[in-house]
Nanobody
């Protein structure tokens, strides 16, 4: 098991940037894939980005080219760098750790460890 604590959310104007952090504790965390999901009001939780155990990254089409998971992981903290933010990026963002097979890395049901979430609001 690992414990996850997110931080870095807030209010930002369209076109702005935010950097989310996920502090990970647990001796075996490097055996997990790390992912970011988000959930907007009235919508299902959706995949944003993931970093697998081989340090390969995967992104949702809606954020590709704007969001990035910086590598390598330093100080047991996984970040999500979000640039060129849009109002539709507004959601609660969650960090997750799991061991999904590669073909299912975007499936939230395969992640057994979750943080508490951090609110990101993109508005002028």
């Amino acid at each position: 098991q690992v414990q996850l604590v997110e931080s870095g959310g807030g209010l930002v104007q369209p076109g702005g940037s935010l950097r989310l952090s996920c502090a990970v504790s647990g001796n075996s965390f490097r055996t997990y894939a790390m992912a970011w999901f988000r959930q907007a009001p009235g919508k299902e939780r959706e995949f944003v980005a993931a970093l697998n155990r081989n340090s390969h990254t995967y992104y949702a089409d809606s954020v590709k080219g704007r969001f990035a998971i910086p590598r390598p992981i330093v100080d047991n903290t996984v970040h999500l760098q979000m640039d060129t933010l849009k109002p539709e990026d507004t959601a609660v963002y969650y960090c997750a750790a799991g061991r999904p097979v590669l073909s299912s890395i975007r499936d939230p049901n395969l992640y057994g460890n979750w943080g508490q979430g951090t609110q990101v609001t993109v508005s002028s």
